[in-house]
């Protein structure tokens, strides 16, 4: 080709030399280079930077790469605990990535709102930090109904000695264990760590029947699958909303 448009005097075309690059619009050398790493079987071995899985996916949306997108998307996923969620949701939302979303989010909730900054508030935008703190504030009611309410000891195990001493030390031990674990102000631990801590206590009056028999009823989990359901529950609206495809 090139070879014939020499012949036939014409003007020199774009891809023969360095000094005559193809131009693609909207596309830096970057992350063209990017694209070969990975469609020549050159894909590097470190990490990639944010910016740099930015562009790729904007490269794989804006010349419909979807093979390399996949690949993209695997990418994030495997690194996602080096970057910060509001990061992965900004991502996410800007190209329709919903592969990505559901673990953001989740993160983004246990991520207390004074460690956010300006810059984070930016990057998830109004939806998602409005929904986030509705979210977080509803968690944190339930959290103090958890630790405020025990589960009621309904019936006694036969071992049990002592049931109007076993109901009053089952609900100390629970405020002052449970609650305190749940509640603390410095170190807040989440539900399945404060029940694996509430464990090692001392129960006291408690029958080892009973304290049996209530470990089965808390780990079904009743209560604190309610806060899981609802943080699902608040992904799945703010994906279906601001994320045009969810597929990848």
């Known amino acids: 080709m090139f070879a014939a448009t020499e012949s036939a005097g014409l003007e020199e075309i774009d891809g023969k030399s360095d000094e005559r690059p193809i131009h693609l619009a909207g596309t830096t050398r970057e992350m063209f280079e990017l694209f070969l790493e990975h469609t020549f079987g050159r894909a590097r071995a470190g990490q990639y930077t944010l910016e740099e899985l930015s562009n790729f996916l904007h490269f794989c949306d804006m010349y419909q790469c979807s093979h390399t997108r996949k690949f993209v998307v695997s990418r994030i996923q495997s690194t996602r605990y080096h970057f910060h969620p509001a990061q992965l949701i900004n991502l996410a939302i800007q190209y329709n990535t919903g592969a990505i979303f559901p673990f953001a989010f989740k993160q983004l909730v246990n991520t207390p709102i004074t460690q956010l900054t300006a810059q984070h508030r930016q990057l ?6 409005t929904s986030l703190v509705y979210v977080q504030a509803a968690l944190e009611e339930h959290r103090r109904i958890v630790a405020a309410e025990e589960p009621k000891i309904l019936i006694h195990t036969s071992d049990c000695q002592d049931p109007v001493g076993c109901n009053e030390d089952w609900h100390a031990i629970w405020w002052n264990g449970m609650a305190r674990f749940l509640l603390d102000g410095r170190n807040p631990q989440p539900y399945r760590e404060a029940v694996k801590r509430f464990k090692d206590l001392q129960f006291g009056r408690v029958s ?26 608040a992904c799945d609206r703010l994906a279906e909303k601001l994320i045009f495809d969810s597929s990848l």
Do not use: P, S, T, Y
């Open 208 to 233: 080892g029947g009973c304290k049996e028999l209530m470990f089965k009823i808390i780990e079904q989990g009743a209560a604190f699958n309610h806060a899981e359901q609802f943080v699902e529950e």
């Open 124 to 129: 998830l935008g109004n939806d998602v930090f």
